[in-house]
């Protein structure tokens, strides 16, 4: 069976472990994180959940040990600075940047097949960051952010309309943040186009909640959300390790598809045991590229940021 890392047992490393052996589809996960004793003792707290919810996937830990992550099919990076109040996703640019690189080469080392699945902010400019530590094909790093991004704004539609988020089909585009690209053409309630049940004006309002979806919970928590998150990269996980073919929205690399190169960022894509099979592109109207070119242009922005800081570090 699959085995999979996630690299950082913080939150959302530990939910992601944790949303991953609930599934039971994995023969094990290995947890990883430079605080002594952190990975350890959460592994154990899961591995004691088994008998509970009835899983059979093996659950273990590391301190900075990554021989023990040697051989998984697939790693979920969540290491990194969380956001606090304040704070941008582009603030931790610099620090994350060093993190997501040095964890990336160490896992690599071991597991030079894998798939990587990138979660640390800012989003689009990380997953580039592991995409070139990692010398992997752009088809075998992605990155968790549409999923979650979807899932806010399935949840808030739901509580607008009372209706359930399972009958709820929806899409986003862009980067990851204030720049993400909703469309509202694209969303459905069983089938029903989201423009017949609710007018313009409202519909905008609840796309501004989904845009800062993440601020809000910073401002009431003191940081960054876990659950959804992730909730989120277990579903990337599952849809790889299953080979299950999942059209989801995720942060990956673009080699032309609507009108973009050597970038990451957010686009409909097939996920199967392959890592990014296809990249879904329909139609945008006028109104629906603009928005895609300025978040394009952010996401860019920040990667030429990230390597001018980095230059003036050499």
């Known amino acids: 069976m699959s085995k999979v890392t996630v690299i950082g047992s913080g939150n959302v490393g530990a939910t992601v472990a944790e949303c991953v052996a609930r599934k039971d589809m994995v023969g094990e996960v290995v947890l990883i994180d430079i605080k002594p004793g952190l990975s350890e003792g959460k592994a154990l707290d899961l591995a004691q959940a088994a008998p509970i919810h009835l899983y059979d996937t093996k659950v273990t830990g590391s301190t900075s040990d990554y021989t023990t992550t040697a051989g998984s099919d697939v790693c979920v990076i969540t290491s990194g600075v969380p956001r606090r109040p304040g704070m941008s996703r582009d603030d931790l640019l610099s620090i994350n940047a060093s993190i997501v690189r040095s964890v990336t080469e160490s896992f690599v080392a071991g597991s030079p097949n894998a798939i990587i699945i990138v979660v640390s902010n800012p989003l689009d400019v990380m997953a ?155 139609d945008l109207n006028d109104e629906e590229r603009a928005l895609m070119s300025q978040s394009a242009a952010h996401v860019r922005a920040n990667l030429d940021a990230l390597q001018r800081i980095e230059r003036s570090q050499a």
Not at 131 to 136: E, T
Not at 210 to 221: A, D, I, N, P
Not at 229 to 254: N, Q, T
Request: hydrophobic content about 45%; overall charge neutral; aromatic content about 8%.
């Open 128 to 282: 580039y960051v592991a995409y070139m530590a990692s010398g992997f094909p752009g088809h075998r790093v992605m990155g968790m952010a549409g999923i979650l991004d979807t899932a806010r704004y399935r949840c808030f539609l739901s509580m607008e309309l009372g209706v359930s988020v399972k009958d709820i089909q929806a899409l986003l585009m862009g980067g990851h943040g204030d720049t993400m690209v909703p469309l509202p053409r694209y969303t459905s309630v069983a089938g029903i186009p989201l423009t017949e049940l609710l007018d313009a004006d409202r519909i905008n309002v609840i796309i501004e909640r989904v845009k800062m979806g993440g601020g809000e919970l910073v401002k009431l928590m003191g940081t960054s959300a876990w659950y959804a998150p992730g909730a989120g990269a277990a579903e990337m996980v599952e849809a790889i390790v299953k080979d299950s073919k999942r059209v989801l929205p995720c942060a990956a690399m673009l080699k032309g598809e609507y009108g973009y190169s050597d970038l990451f960022i957010g686009v409909p894509v097939r996920i199967g045991r392959g890592g990014v099979e296809h990249i879904v592109e329909i």
